[in-house]
């Protein structure tokens, strides 16, 4: 946690140069005190499923031709988000498009879970239609798995958001959300006039407080930095407690905190869990829109793409998963080589994270912009926002 960076100006100084270098020579390259979190209380607790960590390694992007004549049918099964759901699902959907338009042979096929009693019937009726690799998007699919992926051997899956499981005919496809989202948090600190971020997520699992903790860690390396106070709001990060919706789906949950974060001074949110987030831009909307100074973070996508409509000119940034090039990765996997391929791992340095730079980006000042992607680049070069984080730290003594 970074709760309380010290200031340590020769060393961070001396980093932060060598982090300008190497954003300068980046495209040689493949794609103060401590600020106080102020607390909204919690409202749901974590599922009794865990997650272990997710493995590092990333699965090859080039491979042979299919063999002649091959063929293979990739699918996918909602959670109770929907396909449509401005996130993950939808975003694990145009990875299995993009495997249909690209890759000769490849035909596609999903279905829209209501609620989790579907999950195992959908999956059950993808297995019976043929499906050669089934996709299923999110954390709550876990229970199912562990079930049905054992008792099928010979099929073949891919779960999103999730890492550490074990079944040998599951590719666990995580991210290190984290890193996208602490850039995200120091561009919100930069940016924001009333020095207060507010963020909520959907349901409180790893694969969403991940991205809070990250947007946490980010405004306070920031007020490190500066010397500022910018305080998060919806979020403690030391006691792992925050505002919820309890589901993915509830724009009007979202609504209602989003209020409630705005009238507590928060003129920048990041809503975290799918279709809640339109209930931020509702607020913004309903506060003034583009005259009311407040902003929003999307997740997942670019919401300035996705949500172009409700959320295209108040959104600021956007922290990326790119699960559209992971499932394309998994399906070309299964046509050349009938394998899922090893676990996968998202991260900045191999692009499987990142920040959107499109829409409101532009009322982000300069010099924020250009310390943030020396930023970026400092993390890279460290091995990781773990590492980056360490290298901070005050020497022991």
């Known amino acids: 946690m970074i709760s309380g960076f010290k200031k340590r100006g020769a060393f961070l100084a001396l980093f ?72 993950f699902n939808e975003n694990a ?8 338009d690209e ?29 050669d690799v089934v996709i299923l998007p999110g954390f709550l699919w876990i229970d199912t798995i562990l079930e049905f992926g054992p008792a099928n051997p010979d099929a073949k899956f891919a779960i999103i958001d999730v890492a550490g499981l074990g079944i040998p005919n599951l590719r666990e496809i995580s991210f290190q959300t984290d890193e ?8 919100a600190a930069g940016t924001s006039t009333t020095g207060i971020i507010g963020t909520y997520g959907g349901i409180k ?11 946490v860690k980010g405004v306070n390396y920031y007020n490190d930095q500066k010397g500022t106070s910018v305080s998060v709001i919806g979020w403690d990060i030391d006691a792992q407690e925050g505002q919820f919706t309890e589901d993915f789906e509830a724009v009007d949950k979202g609504l209602e905190i989003s209020n409630a974060l705005i009238e507590n001074g928060a003129d920048i949110i990041m809503p975290v869990g799918g279709k809640i987030g ?21 997740v997942d996508v670019d919401w300035n793409v996705s949500a172009e409509a409700e959320c295209g000119e108040f959104t600021l940034t956007s922290v990326i998963k790119r699960i559209d090039n992971s499932v394309f990765n998994t399906v070309n996997n299964v046509l050349v080589l009938d394998t899922i391929g090893n676990p996968y791992l998202g ?13 409101a980006w532009s009322q982000v000042p300069a010099d924020v912009q250009t310390e943030v992607d020396a930023l970026e680049a400092a993390i890279i070069a460290a091995g990781g926002l773990e590492a980056f984080i360490a290298a901070l730290a005050p020497a022991d003594g």
């Open 16 to 87: 932060f140069a060598f982090a300008l270098v190497v954003a300068a020579c980046a495209d040689d390259e493949p794609a103060a005190t401590d600020a106080p979190t102020t607390v909204a209380p919690a409202t749901t607790v974590a599922p009794a499923t865990t997650v272990a960590p997710a493995t590092t390694t990333v699965a090859p992007t080039t491979l042979p031709p299919p063999p002649a004549g091959r063929e293979v049918l990739a699918c996918e099964v909602s959670d109770t988000g929907g396909i449509d759901d401005r996130s």
């Open 93 to 100: 959907y145009a990875g299995l498009q993009r495997a249909a």
């Open 103 to 131: 890759l000769e042979g490849v035909t596609i096929d999903f279905l829209e879970s209501t609620t989790a009693a579907d999950y195992e019937p959908n999956l059950r009726s993808m297995l019976d239609a043929g499906c």
């Open 180 to 187: 996208a989202a602490f850039l995200a948090g120091y561009v």
């Open 205 to 215: 699992i790893p694969s969403v407080t991940i991205f809070m903790d990250g947007l």
């Open 278 to 298: 339109l209930g931020a831009c509702s607020a913004i909307s309903a506060a003034g829109g583009t005259g009311s100074g407040i902003l929003n973070i999307g």
């Open 347 to 359: 991260t900045l340095e191999n692009e499987g994270v990142g920040l959107a730079k499109t829409g």
